[in-house]
């Protein structure tokens, strides 16, 4: 199995709401990402995490908050987002550990903030 | 900060010819290079990766050249097919501290016109 999945494929919330993207893999990589991606730009990095700890966070708002509760799911729970927050956001996975890796990515979760 | 561009941000090739999509990078410590192609409403999907001690990889109707010495990285699709058309991203990583940070160029749109 050489896939990541992300659910939902489009997420609509508004400002006030609490809701959860959810990434999963199953080829045994031990380092997981989160990316988002407006239109028309390339992905940017959110988090990374390395054997299910947080290892790099690029200055991401809090209202973004990343879980990895084991090697194989990464959620980010989202709350009081803003309109400009509006993007696709990407899950990828990788193996970890020393040297540069290939990352695989998901499909995405397209959200919408109202 | 460190930057990976493109020249071109367009590309409109005919069906069957050679496509070629350059790549230009900053960072000198980087040491693994990878493109990725997009279609409309997916992920990036990796195509080919090179590490920074090669200056030439091949794949399946791709090649991918690295000139370290002007920072230059390019990708030659042969025999162009309408299913290349996607949006063509380059990515590095320079590795230690930044270990899983990919910094993704802007992007190239190709187009194949049968």
């Known amino acids: 199995d050489t896939e990541v999945t992300q659910t939902p494929k489009h997420l609509v919330m508004g400002m006030t709401n609490k809701k959860s993207l959810k990434c999963e893999q199953h080829m045994g990589h031990r380092a997981m990402y989160w990316y988002k991606q407006k239109a028309k730009k390339p992905p940017e990095l959110m988090f990374v995490y390395s054997y299910e700890k947080l290892s790099i966070n690029e200055s991401v708002p809090s209202r973004f908050s990343p879980e990895c509760p084991n090697s194989s799911l990464l959620n980010l729970h989202l709350h009081a987002l803003q309109p400009e927050d509006s993007a696709l956001y990407l899950c990828?996975?990788?193996?970890?550990?020393?040297?540069?890796?290939?990352?695989?990515f998901g499909p995405g979760t397209r959200l919408t903030v109202l | 900060g460190e930057s990976v561009g493109l020249h071109l941000p367009t590309l409109s090739v005919q069906e069957g010819d050679n496509s070629i999509i350059n790549c230009a990078y900053s960072n000198s410590a980087s040491d693994y290079f990878i493109w990725y192609k997009q279609e409309s409403g997916k992920g990036p999907q990796f195509i080919i990766d090179i590490r920074s001690n090669m200056d030439k990889r091949q794949g399946q109707r791709v090649t991918v050249l690295l000139n370290k010495t002007v920072k230059h990285l390019s990708l030659q699709i042969a025999a162009t097919q309408p299913g290349d058309s996607a949006v063509y991203f380059c990515?590095?990583?320079?590795?230690?501290?930044?270990?899983?940070?990919?910094?993704f160029g802007q992007g190239t749109i190709l187009t194949v016109h049968p």
């Open positions: 990828a996975s990788s193996k970890a550990g020393q040297g540069s890796n290939e990352q695989f």
């Open positions: 990515a590095e990583n320079s590795g230690g501290t930044s270990y899983g940070k990919l910094t």
